[in-house]
């Protein structure tokens, strides 16, 4: 298992402005994703973070969007860039690990946006 | 983009009855795993199904993975309140990455 500690848990921001959220694993791990999930919907993949070079990111998003760094086995951060309403969600760092490659995941961190 | 889709998307039932939800996936998946969602939770994992045609059972809940393994199916025998909550599919094609399905959730009538 993994215990994934996620900072903020929650922040209101102004349009135009960047946030950087925090992802801290207890162990090392390879695999760490980071997802969005929008009020009442499923869980959209945003992109691997990769350890020691650049985030692999899913279709529709982008790094200078969401630029990830990931630099050592246990830590990772997402940054939302140039905010709008649109990106009020909850982002969720998880990571895949376990005998079935499960996937744990942070507690999240809701991000409003005014 | 990989697209997976649960149906029904809201299911209510009365305490006791059964409950299914089913999960298509738009290509073939490697695997399938599915997760439980509380109510201002983070998903939590449940099972993974592998082989074509496979079965799974936890107690209550019983997992399937479809013989073309493009489908899956959880069915939960005589619910109970604490089967609250939104169940995932979540599949994966060839990768590292799971894309999760649209989730059903489930609503337990006391």
């Known amino acids: 298992s993994a215990v994934i500690s996620q900072k903020p848990s929650r922040d209101i921001c102004q349009r135009g402005t960047s946030l950087t959220i925090q992802c801290q694993v207890d162990s090392q791990v390879?695999?760490?994703?980071?997802?969005?999930?929008?009020?009442?919907?499923?869980?959209?993949?945003?992109?691997?973070?990769?350890?020691?070079?650049?985030?692999?990111?899913?279709?529709?998003?982008?790094?200078?969007?969401?630029?990830?760094?990931?630099?050592?086995?246990?830590?990772?951060?997402?940054?939302?860039?140039n905010m709008s309403p649109e990106d009020s969600s909850i982002y969720l760092c998880s990571v895949r690990t376990g005998s079935s490659g499960e996937l744990f995941f942070g507690e999240g961190s809701r991000l409003t946006v005014l | 983009?990989?697209?997976?889709?649960?149906?029904?998307?809201?299911?209510?039932?009365?305490?006791?009855?059964?409950?299914?939800?089913?999960?298509?996936?738009?290509?073939?998946?490697?695997?399938?795993?599915?997760?439980?969602?509380?109510?201002?939770?983070?998903?939590?994992?449940?099972?993974?199904l592998v082989k074509s045609g496979e079965v799974k059972k936890q107690k209550r809940l019983t997992f399937q993975f479809g013989e073309a393994k493009k489908n899956s199916s959880l069915h939960i025998t005589a619910t109970q309140t604490t089967d609250v909550g939104t169940y995932f599919c979540a599949g994966r094609v060839g990768g590292n990455q799971f894309y999760f399905g649209t989730g059903t959730s489930l609503t337990v009538i006391p």
């Open chain 2, 1 to 48: 983009g990989q697209q997976v889709m649960q149906i029904p998307q809201y299911q209510h039932v009365q305490e006791g009855e059964d409950f299914t939800t089913y999960c298509n996936s738009s290509t073939t998946l490697s695997n399938i795993q599915w997760y439980k969602q509380r109510p201002g939770g983070h998903p939590v994992f449940l099972i993974q």
């Open chain 1, 30 to 81: 390879t695999m760490m994703f980071w997802y969005r999930q929008q009020p009442g919907q499923s869980l959209t993949l945003i992109a691997t973070a990769n350890q020691g070079s650049e985030a692999t990111y899913e279709s529709g998003f982008v790094i200078d969007k969401f630029p990830i760094s990931r630099p050592n086995l246990t830590f990772s951060t997402l940054t939302v860039s």
